[in-house]
C-alpha cells in the first residue's frame, strides 16, 4: 500500500466515521476536565488560618493568669471533678463548689478549704476514713499535722526530701536525678515526669512541696 492509497483510505474513515470520531474526543476531553477537576488542592502548613490556630493554643494558658484566673484540676469526692478555671483569689471551698460540691461520703476534715488557688493546682477530696498525706490541708510554712516544714523541691537534699510522708530513699532519689538532668522544677505538677510518681501521688503531695 502506497501513500496516496493511505491518505485515500483515511479521507474515506473520516468522511463515513466524522460523527463518532468527533462524538469520541469530545468525550475525552470532558473526562480529562473532570479528573482535573477532582484533583485535591494541596493545603500548606503555613496558611495564615493554621499560624493562628497554633499561636492561639499556645498562647491560651499564659493568658489564663494574666487575666486573674487560675485553672485548676479537681480530683476525689466531688459531684463533677475535672479542669475548671476560677478568679484569681478564689479558694478550695470555691473550686469544690464549682465542681458541684463534695458527695455525702467526702472527708472535708482533712481539706483546707480556706486555702487560696494557684494555677495547675491539683485538688484532692478524700473519701471518709482515706488517709492522705496533709493533701489541701496545708497551713502557711508547715504540712497538715503542724510539723512537717513545706519542701522546695529545687532546693531539698535528699534528707529533706526524705521528710515528706510518701518519699523514700529510691522516690528521692529520682527527684534529684531529675532536676540534675533538666534543671528546675516549674510547678509541683512536673514532678509527674519522675518515674514512679502518678496523677495520684503527685495530688497527695502538693501540699507538701513547693517550688
Known amino acids: 500500500m502506497d501513500i496516496e492509497e493511505l ?29 482535573w477537576h477532582q484533583k485535591p488542592t494541596p493545603v500548606s502548613t503555613n496558611s495564615p488560618t493554621m499560624m493562628n490556630s ?13 487575666n486573674g484566673r487560675v485553672s485548676i484540676d479537681i480530683k476525689g469526692a466531688v459531684a ?3 479542669v475548671y478555671t476560677l478568679p484569681k483569689q478564689a479558694r478550695v471551698k470555691e473550686a469544690i463548689e464549682q465542681a458541684g460540691g463534695s458527695l455525702p461520703t467526702a472527708d472535708l476534715n482533712q481539706v483546707n478549704l480556706a486555702k487560696q488557688l494557684t494555677d495547675q493546682q491539683v485538688i484532692y477530696i478524700p473519701l471518709v476514713g482515706e488517709k492522705i498525706a496533709g493533701a489541701n490541708n496545708i497551713q502557711t510554712g508547715s504540712s497538715a499535722d503542724g510539723d512537717q516544714p513545706i519542701v522546695n523541691l529545687n532546693t531539698a537534699t535528699k534528707e529533706q526530701l526524705q521528710t515528706i510522708t510518701g518519699i523514700g530513699e529510691k522516690k528521692a532519689d529520682k527527684i534529684l536525678a531529675y532536676r540534675q538532668e533538666h534543671g528546675e522544677f516549674k510547678s509541683v505538677e ?22
Open 7 to 35: 491518505r485515500e483510505r483515511l479521507i474515506d474513515l473520516w468522511e463515513t466515521q466524522r460523527t463518532k470520531l468527533i462524538l469520541g474526543a469530545g468525550v475525552l476531553m470532558c473526562i480529562g476536565l473532570f479528573c
Open 54 to 66: 497554633t499561636v492561639s493554643s499556645r498562647m491560651a494558658t499564659s493568658t489564663t493568669t494574666q
Open 80 to 82: 463533677h471533678p475535672g
Open 190 to 211: 512536673e514532678l509527674k515526669s519522675v518515674d514512679g510518681f502518678g496523677d495520684k501521688t503527685v495530688a497527695k503531695l502538693q501540699s507538701s512541696l513547693s517550688v
